[in-house]
C-alpha cells in the first residue's frame, strides 16, 4: 500500500514566494527523502532526513520531520520559475522506498 | 558523465510484442531497481537487485522479466505486452540496502517512455 501522502496536490505560486509541500506516511521509517522530477525527466534527489532528525537545511530546501505525527515538511524559499516540477517524498523503510504521488508545484515569473 | 542511463527513451510497440529495456549505472552502486510511474505519475517499485540477486519482487506479472548480467546492468523483458503496460519505467540504482549512510538516497535514469498501441 502506498505510504507517502503529499499535500497539496498542487501549487501554484509567483516567483520570489515561498512554497510548503506536506507529506504524512503510515509506518516506521528508516529515513525520509524528498525528490524532484521536471517534466519528462527522472527523479532527481533534493535532501534526506533520517528518522532522529527533526530539521535539515539545504540551499533554500528546509526539510522538517515530526515522527510522532507522521509526518514531513518541504520548504523552498525564494522560489524561482526553475523550481517548477513535481516534488515526491518517500519514506525508507528497511528495504525500499515508498514514494508518494508528488506536489506538482507551479512558479510563475 | 551520465550516472544512470536506460535505452531506449521511447518505445512505441503494438499489443503482444516482447519488447526489453536496458539500464546501466556507473556510480558502483551494489543495488539496482525498476520502478513504473502511471500517468498519474504515481511511482511504483516492481524489482530490485542486489549484486545480481533479486531481493524485491513486488506484485509484477510474470510478463515482466528482470536480468542482470553484472552488477551495473539491469534489464527488463516484457512480454506480451498489453495496453495497461504504457507507463514510464525508470532505473534506479543505490548503494546496497540496509546501509545506515545517507546512501540511501537513490540515483534515477532519464525513464523509457513505453506507449503500447
Known amino acids: 500500500s502506498q505510504q507517502g501522502e503529499e499535500d497539496p496536490q498542487a501549487l501554484s505560486i509567483q516567483e520570489g514566494e515561498n512554497a510548503t509541500m506536506n507529506c504524512s506516511y503510515k509506518t516506521s521509517i528508516n529515513n525520509l527523502q524528498w525528490y524532484r522530477q521536471n517534466s519528462g525527466r527522472g527523479l532527481v534527489h533534493l535532501i534526506l532526513i533520517r528518522s532522529n532528525e527533526r530539521e535539515k537545511h539545504s540551499g533554500r530546501l528546509r526539510v522538517t520531520l515530526d515522527t510522532s505525527k507522521k509526518s514531513s515538511s518541504l520548504l523552498i524559499t525564494a522560489s524561482r520559475a526553475a523550481d517548477t516540477a513535481s516534488y515526491f517524498c518517500?519514506?525508507?523503510?528497511?528495504?525500499?522506498?515508498?514514494f508518494g504521488k508528488g506536489t506538482m508545484l507551479l512558479v510563475s515569473p | 558523465d551520465t550516472a544512470v542511463s536506460q535505452t531506449p527513451k521511447y518505445l512505441v510497440t503494438q499489443m503482444g510484442n516482447d519488447k526489453s529495456i536496458k539500464c546501466e549505472q556507473n556510480l558502483g552502486h551494489d543495488t539496482m531497481y525498476w520502478y513504473k510511474q502511471d500517468s498519474k505519475k504515481f511511482l511504483k517499485i516492481m524489482f530490485s537487485?542486489?549484486?545480481?540477486?533479486?531481493?524485491i519482487n513486488e506484485t509484477v506479472p510474470n510478463r515482466f522479466s528482470p536480468k542482470s548480467p553484472d552488477k551495473a546492468h539491469l534489464n527488463l523483458h516484457i512480454n506480451s505486452l498489453e495496453l495497461g503496460d504504457s507507463a514510464v519505467y525508470f532505473c534506479?540504482?543505490?548503494?546496497?540496502?540496509?546501509?545506515?549512510?545517507?546512501?540511501?538516497?537513490?540515483?534515477f535514469g532519464p525513464g523509457t517512455r513505453l506507449l503500447v498501441l
Open positions: 537487485y542486489n549484486n545480481k540477486e533479486l531481493i
Open positions: 518517500a519514506t525508507r523503510g528497511y528495504s525500499t522506498l515508498t
Open positions: 534506479a540504482s543505490s548503494q546496497a540496502l540496509g546501509t545506515q549512510r545517507p546512501g540511501g538516497t537513490q540515483y
